[in-house]
């Protein structure tokens, strides 16, 4: 479905993605796990069409990624902790339901109504637990076939943490959507992961099915993580 | 909704504050010129603040945008994961840009008016002075203010891509001095080339004499339609530019 073929990404002196292949399959939810640095946003981004390869080629379904192919059928939730702050929480699903012909907005008000969030508060007076709930309810409420998200949880207490994961189980639709998540905060979202591939200075290092580690190998994300990049 | 709509209302709303500002602080000098001219005795003097104040529009959309521009930087990537093309992006921030510009620029004429046709009186200066005039002088002025502004802004917008480009792919430093290096040079550059007589050849064209009255258009008796067209074009190919450079370079 999303393909990555010898991918080099180069940001002015520093090399991001190197000679970069990956293909990534449909309808799965799939953690990408690395230390910091080692190409995890990137990846992201690529597929979100916010940046583009300095050599080789990135592909959905066939299709060569540019903003405009990424806008239709990607939905991107970036890591940093933006968002119009003049906008209400209302007003925000307002914006992007206008913007996106494949928005949700029953579903958007379903999430709303699930993370307890005020339509009436603006975006600057939410916390930031409540403000990554928002960015969840905006990034799930696409109906697009590959939702990415970049640090979903980071900086957020564990109740919130929590809410997020249960909000993917209920609100993804996993016939037709693929996620794609890169974290840290592997643990969190360990038992609900497919496939889990792990990065390592820009070059895929290995991609597992998480039941193939789990099971035969006995190990957590975590400890196979470790075992790896030793 | 259009999509094009809903960027068109998120844009009124990030340029709200800013074009709010703008109109207190032209109220601010609007009373300093009143208390100016009153502590004076001179009524005359209100009318030059009035013609200062309508004037420094033609560096309104410029400013509007600088600051349009520099709020998005914080949510670039929210902007450019947008459906719609960057042409429409920016033709959102141009159209709410100028229309700020017509409210202020209307409110500061409508004073003026009032200023030089009661508060001075420019019918008792100037004898031959009739209404007619002042309506075509006035409508000559606006007109060609909103457009220079305008035609300011779609720079300001090249200026802002070239900026993204380079800061991006050569540095930050690096895209400040190809920024003010097309900033001081494009201009002169521009000069040299409508010197040419290859340009007058292709731009001046279709004269048309102005009606105006001699003592106060003495030195603008004519323009060329040609002038237009050459300055429509080049503010057509400067915002194909700056989108195509947003669109096909600008990495977040």
Not at chain 1, 177 to 206: A, M
Request: proline share 2%; net charge positive.
């Amino acid at each position: 479905m999303i393909e990555f073929k010898n991918v080099t990404k180069k940001y002015r002196n520093h090399l991001a993605l190197d000679d970069f292949t990956l293909s990534l399959p449909k309808g799965k939810i799939i953690g990408v796990v690395g230390e910091n640095g080692s190409g995890k946003s990137t990846t992201l981004k690529l597929i979100s069409g916010l940046i583009r390869p300095s050599k080789g080629s990135v592909t959905i379904e066939g299709e060569d990624i540019t903003r405009k192919v990424s806008s239709a059928k990607v939905s991107y939730l970036s890591e940093l902790d933006v968002y119009y702050s003049f906008y209400t929480v209302g007003e925000t699903i307002g914006y992007y339901a206008s913007l996106y012909r494949d928005f949700n907005r029953s579903k958007a008000e379903e999430i709303l109504d699930y993370m307890k969030l005020d339509r009436s508060k603006k975006v600057k007076d939410l916390s930031k637990g409540n403000r990554g709930r928002l960015k969840i309810a905006v990034n799930l409420s696409r109906e697009v076939p590959v939702i990415l998200m970049d640090e979903p949880f980071s900086g957020l207490d564990p109740m919130v943490r929590d809410s997020i994961v249960k909000g993917l189980l209920s609100f993804v639709d996993f016939q037709t959507q693929t996620i794609i998540i890169t974290t840290h905060e592997i643990k969190e979202i360990e038992p609900i992961l497919d496939l889990v591939i792990l990065i390592k200075d820009g070059k895929v290092l290995q991609m597992e099915e998480v039941e193939e580690i789990r099971i035969h190998q006995n190990l957590s994300i975590v400890e196979w993580m470790k075992k790896e990049y030793e | 909704m259009n999509p094009w709509l809903g960027q068109l209302k998120k844009e009124y709303r990030l340029g709200k504050g800013g074009a709010l500002g703008a109109l207190i602080a032209l109220f601010l000098y609007l009373g300093l010129g009143v208390y100016t001219a009153w502590r004076m005795g001179k009524p005359e003097t209100f009318f030059a603040f009035c013609s200062v104040a309508v004037m420094i529009h033609v560096v309104y959309m410029a400013g509007y945008l600088c600051v349009s521009y520099f709020l998005e930087h914080k949510t670039m990537h929210l902007w450019l994961q947008s459906p719609l093309s960057v042409s429409k992006l920016l033709l959102a921030k141009l159209v709410n840009g100028f229309a700020a510009l017509a409210l202020s620029l209307f409110i500061t004429s409508v004073v003026t008016l009032i200023a030089g046709t009661m508060v001075m009186d420019v019918f008792e200066l100037n004898p031959d002075m009739t209404w007619p005039d002042v309506i075509y002088i006035g409508t000559f002025l606006v007109i060609h203010i909103l457009l220079i502004s305008f035609y300011i802004g779609i720079g300001i917008t090249f200026l802002w891509a070239i900026y993204l480009v380079t800061t991006k792919t050569l540095g930050k430093i690096s895209g400040w001095v190809i920024g003010l290096g097309v900033f001081f040079f494009g201009p002169w550059i521009l000069a040299k080339w409508e010197d040419t007589k290859l340009f007058d050849a292709l731009f001046i064209w279709g004269k048309v004499n102005l009606k105006y009255n001699d003592f106060v258009y003495g030195i603008f008796k004519h323009v060329y339609v040609g002038y237009y067209f050459y300055h429509l074009l080049l503010a057509l190919i400067l915002f194909l530019a700056a989108s195509w450079l947003i669109e096909r370079k600008v990495e977040v």
